[in-house]
């Protein structure tokens, strides 16, 4: 079938050719028929250039390009996307060993695969489709994904449903190859129970691997704080050194998460506990308890109308913070939001410090791991934003 033509409006064709992967409904001219959610159109400048194809939304987002080539988007085209997006992995690294057993296989924009998002964890691929293009063909991608050599799938599972808010009245997650139980992964050496069916995202946030290991190593007899604490990734990490660990969440099921995930590292060690509490409260009384403290909140901004209420909550967050840290302290603070920029939320943190008058100097400047590429024609791909700050 003849897939339908979209023109762009005069000069909107620029971003395009500077291989930016998304094309906004704003920039379209006109189209040669009604494409429903999900098809595969052409995109053409207004003089009738090919200039790229990709999966049509009725949104803001308008097209999802996958390629700016004349290309059939079928099995073998993802195929040697998805081999290539391990490739790049495999160059930063990253691959299955003893150590490590869980990272992010596709991400997005970054590997060329816009509105998909796989995770590895320990034979089991757990896929989110962002876009109905790749929902529609989610049984397709997790074949292809299946028969790859040299990663051992055992089961794909499909967990599309939150990030596409039930599009579809029939939406559900689900087994589309295979089948397991809830696993134990292992990161740099740590161990994770990992819930993809009833935990957030696809189950675990594997973007802050890095930024944990960074953490265990400054953390040797130190009193941490870990805010907003979900499986207590961070905890596991500065238990290895610390004097001792608090985890704090406002929800019970991730406080039990990350419970059990220090007993399964160290078993019934004393030195963590763990608290369900609101973040904001518990800033309010701990009173110079604590000389190491992350804050890594949910994403306070999921779209641009939001960031100036977004950068006063990381305003106040943060300040509440620096308040309260040990003299000599060290503060890990993070945005997880993709509308906050690098600059924004540095911004935010200088006001939060101006606030309190202590004297807070830069000693790292932290992003998302390898396996969460950024595609240099699409700067929106880093969304992880995080600075490490020493406290007078």
Same mark, same amino acid.
């Given at each position: ?110 590997? #060329? =695969? @816009? *509105?998909?998002? $796989? ?10 489709? %962002? +876009? ?14 299946? #028969? =790859? @050599? *040299?990663?051992? $799938? ?10 596409? %808010? +039930? ?226």
């Amino acid at each position: 079938m003849e897939r339908i033509k979209l023109v762009l409006k005069s000069g909107k064709e620029k971003s395009v050719k500077r291989f930016h992967p998304w094309i906004f409904s704003g920039a379209i001219k006109g189209m040669s028929g009604n494409p429903a959610n999900g098809d595969m159109v052409d995109v053409f400048d207004n003089h009738g250039d090919f200039l790229a194809s990709g999966h049509y939304n009725r949104g803001t987002i308008a097209v999802r390009i996958l390629s700016f080539n004349e290309t059939e988007a079928d099995d073998d085209f993802f195929s040697r996307q998805i081999s290539n997006a391990i490739a790049c992995r495999r160059a930063a690294g990253i691959s299955v060993s003893p150590d490590l057993n869980v990272f992010r296989l596709v991400h997005g924009e970054g590997d #060329g =695969l @816009p *509105g998909l998002v $796989i995770d590895y964890y320990n034979g089991v691929a757990v896929m989110q489709c %962002h +876009s109905m293009g790749f929902y529609n063909i989610r049984h397709r991608i997790a074949n292809v994904v299946a #028969g =790859l @050599p *040299g990663i051992n $799938i055992k089961a794909v599972y499909d967990k599309s449903s939150s990030a596409l %808010h +039930s599009a579809a009245a029939d939406m559900k997650d689900e087994y589309l190859v295979g089948h397991s139980e809830p696993a134990t992964v292992t990161e740099n050496g740590f161990r994770f129970s990992i819930d993809w069916v009833g935990g957030q995202k696809t189950g675990f946030f594997i973007d802050q691997r890095n930024n944990r290991r960074l953490l265990g190593e400054l953390s040797a007899g130190k009193k941490v704080l870990n805010m907003f604490g979900y499986t207590g990734g961070f905890s596991v990490y500065a238990m290895k050194n610390a004097e001792l660990v608090h985890t704090v969440d406002s929800s019970a099921a991730a406080t039990a998460l990350a419970d059990e995930n220090i007993r399964l590292n160290y078993g019934n060690d004393k030195r963590h506990q763990s608290f369900r509490h609101d973040a904001f409260d518990y800033l309010n009384s701990i009173n110079d308890k604590y000389d190491l403290i992350i804050l890594d909140p949910p994403a306070f901004a999921k779209h641009s109308s939001a960031l100036d209420n977004a950068l006063q909550g990381y305003k106040k967050l943060n300040m509440k913070a620096l308040k309260s840290i040990r003299a000599g302290g060290m503060l890990f603070t993070f945005s997880c939001s993709q509308a906050v920029s690098r600059e924004e939320f540095r911004k935010s943190v200088f006001a939060a410090a101006a606030n309190t008058g202590r004297n807070v100097r830069i000693m790292y400047q932290l992003t998302q791991p390898p396996d969460h590429p950024v595609s240099i024609y699409h700067p929106e791909g880093e969304y992880l934003k995080g600075l490490a700050v020493l406290v007078d």
